[in-house]
């Protein structure tokens, strides 16, 4: 007798996840991705403009991210990530020209809020204390239901650290989101916001170690091949088709729909899920970076948010950044230039350059796209949903990826052919130690 498919539509991050989590399932798998390339949002590519590989965009994670951790460990991915000492935030204020580190310490204990030389210069430690309702917030309550968002600490801490966490404007954004992540994160101490960057690019951390293990296991990709409609019968997905070619579901075969959420509501009758998405816009500075300057700044008072030092070249990042869609390019990649030569000391003059907006790069953090995140297991029994945008608590992240395809692979597997014990050791985690930078 033949072994029953898993089909997993989408190699983005959550694809992935399952296809790796799947391996001894005792099933074959079977890849589909309507693009060349596997990766989705997070993925590397050779820019044509300027002659070298960058990324679609800047990401990192934090070292209490412990399912992309143990992901990466697995696949054979995570030598690739690069970290500083400890948790080292460099920030700078491009209103005032002020300098300051942000080091929070190791332990649980938060005392580096009493400490004038970890913390945001101008602010005292009982201001820090202020986000704590965050923590025990309902989930329609937004952040600024909860705690102040105006004054410095807010300013030049809470809002570029939940900017980037939420992709949202924090003060509107799911103050449940942002407590789901300090709880994992900066709640936790130091140990875990040690900020985690794939140096060499995000494809060879986090995609091209994945397709190599599940090479290894028999199963490749099929590239180019879109899903275009799911057959449905009452009970199942009876039939996959993707316009040249239809496949055909046997009883114990199974679909793990891992698409963006706009691609499932096509696809997927009376699906519920987010609609509204924010962007993030990605420069790219063909440009070596200046001695000292460190893997990653932080900016407040500017339009640029986080400058990010690669050995062949200066990347920034923006979150939350609509307004600057209907910027023309090149005035952008001028603009932020600007910027960066200012903060770096670099000349005015502007290097090659490209510039990637995302429009559509995660789902808005508001409390009402948040509610309408779907569980992982649909009408359907042999259907299961994994992506950013599935009920993960988190926000769109890495993290939030690989975890809903942990979870979809392990609810493929109990449905299908029952839990078996050894499968967990996939979510244990090795703590970062030392540095690779
Ligand atoms: C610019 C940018 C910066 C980011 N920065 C960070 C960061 O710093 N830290 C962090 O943790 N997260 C960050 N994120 C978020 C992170 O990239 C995403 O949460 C994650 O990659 C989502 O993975 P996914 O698999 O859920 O979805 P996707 O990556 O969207 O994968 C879906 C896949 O499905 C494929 N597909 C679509 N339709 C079909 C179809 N019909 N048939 C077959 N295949 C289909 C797509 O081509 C894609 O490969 C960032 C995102 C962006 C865009």
Same mark, same amino acid.
């Given at each position: 007798?033949?072994?029953?498919?898993?089909?997993?539509?989408?190699?983005?991050?959550?694809?992935?996840?399952?296809?790796?989590?799947?391996?001894?399932?005792?099933?074959?798998?079977? +890849?589909?991705?309507?693009?060349?390339?596997?990766?989705?949002?997070?993925?590397?590519?050779?820019?044509?403009?300027?002659?070298?590989?960058?990324?679609?965009?800047?990401?990192?994670?934090?070292?209490?991210?412990?399912?992309?951790?143990?992901?990466?460990?697995?696949?054979?991915?995570?030598?690739?990530?690069?970290?500083?000492?400890?948790?080292?935030?460099?920030?700078?204020?491009?209103?005032?020209?002020?300098?300051?580190?942000?080091?929070?310490?190791?332990?649980?204990?938060?005392?580096?809020?009493?400490?004038?030389?970890?913390?945001?210069?101008?602010?005292?430690?009982?201001?820090?204390?202020?986000?704590?309702?965050?923590?025990?917030?309902?989930?329609?309550?937004?952040?600024?239901?909860?705690?102040?968002?105006?004054?410095?600490?807010?300013?030049?801490?809470?809002?570029?650290?939940?900017?980037?966490?939420?992709?949202?404007?924090?003060?509107?954004?799911?103050?449940?989101?942002?407590?789901?992540?300090? #709880?994992?994160?900066?709640?936790?101490?130091?140990?875990?916001?040690?900020?985690?960057?794939?140096?060499?690019?995000?494809?060879?951390?986090?995609?091209?170690?994945? +397709?190599?293990?599940?090479?290894?296991?028999?199963? #490749?990709?099929?590239?180019?091949?879109?899903?275009?409609?799911?057959?449905?019968?009452?009970?199942?997905?009876?039939?996959?088709?993707?316009?040249?070619?239809?496949?055909?579901?046997?009883?114990?075969?199974?679909?793990?729909?891992?698409?963006?959420?706009?691609?499932?509501?096509?696809?997927?009758?009376? +699906?519920?899920?987010?609609?509204?998405?924010?962007?993030?816009?990605?420069?790219?500075?063909?440009?070596?970076?200046?001695?000292?300057?460190?893997?990653?700044?932080?900016?407040?008072?500017?339009?640029?948010?986080?400058?990010?030092?690669?050995?062949?070249?200066?990347?920034?990042?923006?979150?939350?950044?609509?307004?600057?869609?209907?910027?023309?390019?090149?005035?952008?990649?001028?603009?932020?230039?600007?910027?960066?030569?200012?903060?770096?000391?670099?000349?005015?003059?502007?290097?090659?350059?490209?510039?990637?907006?995302?429009?559509?790069?995660?789902?808005?953090?508001?409390?009402?796209?948040?509610?309408?995140?779907?569980?992982?297991?649909?009408?359907?029994?042999?259907?299961?949903?994994?992506?950013?945008?599935?009920?993960?608590?988190?926000?769109?992240?890495?993290?939030?990826?690989?975890?809903?395809?942990?979870?979809?692979?392990?609810?493929?597997?109990?449905?299908?052919?029952?839990?078996?014990?050894?499968?967990?050791?996939?979510?244990?985690?090795?703590?970062?130690?030392?540095?690779?930078?």
């Amino acid at each position: 007798m033949s072994k029953p498919v898993i089909h997993i539509i989408g190699a983005g991050l959550a694809g992935l996840a399952a296809a790796v989590r799947l391996k001894d399932a005792g099933a074959d798998i079977a +890849l589909h991705e309507a693009t060349s390339q596997a990766g989705g949002r997070c993925r590397s590519y050779h820019d044509a403009t300027l002659g070298i590989t960058i990324d679609n965009g800047n990401h990192v994670i934090l070292s209490g991210n412990h399912t992309a951790l143990a992901y990466l460990d697995l696949i054979g991915g995570r030598d690739r990530l690069t970290t500083p000492e400890g948790a080292i935030f460099p920030f700078v204020d491009l209103a005032t020209g002020e300098r300051w580190t942000l080091r929070p310490n190791d332990g649980r204990l938060p005392w580096w809020v009493f400490d004038t030389g970890r913390r945001v210069p101008g602010t005292r430690a009982r201001d820090y204390f202020g986000a704590a309702p965050l923590m025990w917030a309902g989930r329609d309550k937004t952040i600024a239901d909860v705690m102040r968002c105006s004054g410095r600490l807010y300013d030049r801490l809470w809002h570029p650290l939940l900017l980037a966490a939420l992709n949202t404007d924090p003060a509107e954004s799911s103050a449940s989101l942002a407590a789901a992540t300090m #709880r994992e994160t900066l709640a936790k101490g130091g140990r875990a916001c040690r900020p985690l960057i794939a140096s060499d690019g995000l494809s060879s951390a986090f995609v091209e170690p994945a +397709l190599r293990y599940l090479e290894a296991q028999g199963v #490749r990709v099929q590239y180019g091949h879109r899903l275009r409609a799911l057959g449905l019968d009452e009970r199942r997905v009876a039939k996959l088709d993707f316009g040249e070619d239809s496949v055909p579901l046997a009883p114990g075969d199974g679909v793990v729909l891992a698409v963006p959420a706009l691609v499932a509501l096509t696809l997927v009758p009376g +699906l519920q899920a987010p609609s509204q998405f924010r962007s993030i816009v990605n420069g790219h500075f063909r440009i070596a970076p200046p001695p000292g300057l460190a893997p990653m700044t932080g900016i407040v008072n500017g339009t640029v948010e986080w400058i990010f030092a690669f050995r062949d070249r200066l990347s920034i990042t923006i979150s939350g950044a609509d307004r600057l869609l209907d910027t023309p390019r090149e005035t952008l990649a001028r603009n932020l230039w600007k910027e960066v030569s200012v903060i770096t000391g670099l000349a005015e003059d502007l290097p090659p350059w490209q510039i990637i907006r995302e429009r559509r790069a995660t789902f808005a953090a508001l409390p009402g796209e948040d509610a309408k995140r779907p569980a992982t297991d649909t009408a359907w029994d042999n259907l299961v949903l994994a992506g950013d945008w599935t009920a993960t608590g988190l926000p769109a992240t890495i993290e939030g990826a690989i975890r809903s395809g942990n979870k979809a692979a392990d609810s493929v597997r109990k449905k299908q052919y029952g839990l078996s014990r050894d499968y967990d050791r996939t979510t244990e985690h090795r703590p970062v130690i030392g540095t690779a930078a």
